[in-house]
């Protein structure tokens, strides 16, 4: 069903650019104003989105025309109310948290807040465009504004830099977007989407493959997918937590909505090495993802390297689906598919938390290295209980979300070793198994780092002043997403079903996930009960604790000091980040490239050394041999072709004539 007016869908947009509006007009109540307007939007967003998916309904309007082809059209669709349920979700929670997070800000808090607004508005026009002009402006909006805010903090040159790469990348990244609507325009009468849909069936192959591989590496830019994933570890974290929290938990999943959208809606579904390719890149980001975290002590980018990892977990299930999709397999393909789009919702959930719990860690100790970071849980109880949860859930630990759709992830992977004879799938399906396997294992590791070395022993270094807990609406917003990351897990059948009309629109019938209150045996490829298995859980707890009690007798408490052989307990006693993950440096050196660099200062003599500098990182290997050789080849280029724009005029009266004349005989 559709309907040409306007519809309540865009009132969150509305209220967005009432909210930026505001923000300038009030400054001095920008801080309230902007982020209160932005929660309000945002809870109607849910329900927006919770509205459309139940009825299975599509609404589309046509704003205006600004030129014959530059028709902004919007539409909601399964898909589209999906993504709006996941952006505006997140937003309510993130928006409660920064009224708090910018009050000790003094200055900015006008454009922030204005910032702020515009980047949730644009957000949701990028998941609502239904044209090329209306997606493309929306893109761009939303790649401006969140550079503007990336450089918020623009006095630091570090802060700067990043925004440079981070803009960077974003343009080329929308080069290839815009190279794919070309091609996509060549058998298609009308630039808005229905005119792709319509026009689907007479691409040809080799046109099919073509836009494929241009929207997979414009998508694959924004989404941080390696080898195209170096802006991300540097603009995440330079950027305010807040909006670090939206970055890495929603705007790098508009690449996903754009990237599901072309390879089923626009030029799709295609063959099955468009899936193992997709399923390539996710097993590779994944791993070498959560690696390149476990080598940071830097939390925000420990967290943003995090992102990598989950966006390659997300393709993963996105590309076993098209595979599945490829061989006939819908039944497979929807499951594996869901399993992919609930991994959106659960990474966006526990993402977020896991940044403002950094924003808070860094806001109470005004630093981010985990070197210097101990103890925390002792006057910060409240952020390391909601930090915990979010670690827990990026760990994929029952019952929490994240462990429910990588179970489902790997239950659509266990569909496409079942699905073929070919003892090449079944062997890639295995390994990417085992390779999804390994990163799990792997990011608890890493949160135990996370978690351990921030919060728990003794503080590690002279603070700047006593970290205290945050204030209540920072709490809030943080216990609002660690809630969801414990609901989302026991209901996850639930959710499930609410993407029902996302997989029948695009594969054609409903995941049967085998997931619910009670297992589901009936369910091929097993079942899981997480309300069940947190029963169980609470009830070893509760069985080892009685057993504690029978046979130890009552609880006694003693405070002591710990015990360290006599000696007083000293930071230089404890472990460090960095002795911490020296073993998985050692075993996967290969991959990180790591470097050790010591240097010694002698006395008169060089038998007395009188000071040590160490230094241990990891090579940034894309850097090295890909993007410098790269830069430097156009910087040679560019110096060519300078001796061209020598400030003669009549030189350049030349030019205009050659152009003339080409353009005469191209065209008689």
């Not at 939007?41 to 589309?60: K, M």
């Not at 409660?96 to 200055?107: N, R």
Request: aromatic letters at 8%.
């Amino acid at each position: 069903m559709e309907s040409p007016e306007a519809q309540n869908w865009l009132a969150p947009v509305g209220l967005y650019l009432i909210g930026a509006l505001l923000a300038l007009i009030l400054p001095r109540h920008a801080r309230v104003v902007a982020h209160g307007i932005a929660g309000v939007g945002s809870l109607i967003g849910v329900g927006v989105a919770l509205s459309a998916l139940l009825a299975g309904t599509v609404q589309q309007v046509h704003l205006f025309s600004a030129a014959p082809y530059a028709v902004f059209t919007f539409r909601l669709d399964p898909l589209s109310a999906w993504f709006l349920l996941v952006l505006s979700t997140v937003a309510c929670a993130v928006s409660l948290y920064a009224i708090g997070y910018l009050g000790e800000e003094h200055g900015g808090l006008s454009g922030l807040g204005a910032g702020y607004n515009l980047f949730l508005a644009t957000m949701v026009l990028v998941v609502l465009a239904d044209s090329v002009f209306a997606f493309l402006f929306a893109w761009e909006a939303m790649s401006l504004v969140s550079f503007f805010l990336v450089i918020h903090d623009h006095q630091h040159a570090g802060v700067r830099r990043a925004g440079f790469v981070y803009i960077v990348m974003t343009h080329l990244g929308t080069a290839f977007l815009l190279g794919a609507f070309l091609l996509l325009l060549v058998n298609s009468e009308t630039l808005d989407f229905a005119g792709f849909r319509a026009a689907r069936e007479h691409l040809t192959p080799l046109m099919r493959d073509g836009v494929f591989l241009l929207a997979l590496v414009g998508f694959a830019t924004k989404a941080g997918v390696i080898p195209l994933h170096v802006w991300l570890p540097r603009a995440h974290p330079a950027a305010p937590s807040h909006i670090s929290a939206l970055m890495s938990g929603v705007m790098i999943k508009t690449a996903i909505y754009g990237l599901v959208r072309v390879a089923w809606d626009f030029a799709g579904p295609g063959p099955a090495w468009w899936g193992v390719l997709v399923l390539a890149l996710g097993a590779v980001s994944a791993v070498l993802g959560v690696l390149y975290a476990l080598m940071e002590h830097d939390l925000k980018r420990l967290l943003a390297y995090h992102s990598v990892e989950n966006i390659g977990i997300i393709l993963i299930g996105i590309g076993a689906a098209q595979v599945l999709t490829a061989l006939d397999q819908p039944a497979a393909a929807a499951l594996a598919l869901a399993a992919g789009l609930f991994h959106v919702l659960n990474h966006a959930v526990f993402k977020a938390l896991l940044f403002l719990g950094a924003g808070a860690v860094q806001r109470a100790t005004h630093t981010r290295d985990l070197e210097r970071l101990g103890g925390l849980i002792r006057t910060m109880p409240w952020t390391a209980a909601t930090f915990l949860v979010g670690a827990m859930a990026i760990s994929a630990l029952p019952p929490l979300n994240g462990f429910m759709s990588e179970w489902l992830i790997f239950q659509g992977l266990l569909r496409l070793a079942g699905a073929t004879r070919d003892p090449l799938a079944v062997a890639g399906a295995a390994a990417a198994a085992g390779l999804l396997a390994l990163t799990g294992g792997l990011a608890a590791f890493c949160f135990v780092k996370a978690f351990g070395i921030a919060f728990l022993g003794i503080s590690r270094s002279a603070l700047p002043q006593e970290p205290r807990e945050v204030v209540g609406t920072m709490r809030a917003g943080m216990a609002l997403l660690a809630g969801l990351c414990v609901a989302l897990g026991l209901g996850a059948g639930g959710v499930m079903t609410l993407l029902g009309p996302v997989t029948v629109s695009l594969v054609g019938t409903v995941p049967q996930a085998g997931v619910g209150v009670m297992a589901v045996p009936a369910a091929p490829g097993g079942a899981v009960a997480p309300v069940g298995a947190l029963g169980v859980l609470l009830a070893l707890g509760g069985v080892g604790l009685l057993l504690a009690r029978l046979l130890g007798g009552p609880a006694r408490s003693r405070v002591a000091p710990p015990w360290v052989c006599g000696i007083a307990l000293e930071p230089s006693m404890q472990y460090s980040a960095s002795a911490l993950a020296k073993p998985i440096r050692i075993i996967f050196r290969a991959l990180v490239r790591p470097y050790r660099a010591v240097e010694r200062e002698h006395a008169a003599l060089p038998y007395f050394v009188t000071a040590v500098r160490y230094e241990a990182g990891v090579l940034p290997v894309y850097e090295r041999y890909l993007y410098r050789p790269l830069v430097q080849a156009l910087v040679m280029l560019a110096q060519q072709v300078r001796a061209l724009q020598n400030g003669s005029l009549r030189l350049y009266l030349g030019y205009m004539f050659a152009t003339v004349v080409v353009v005469l005989l191209l065209t008689r």
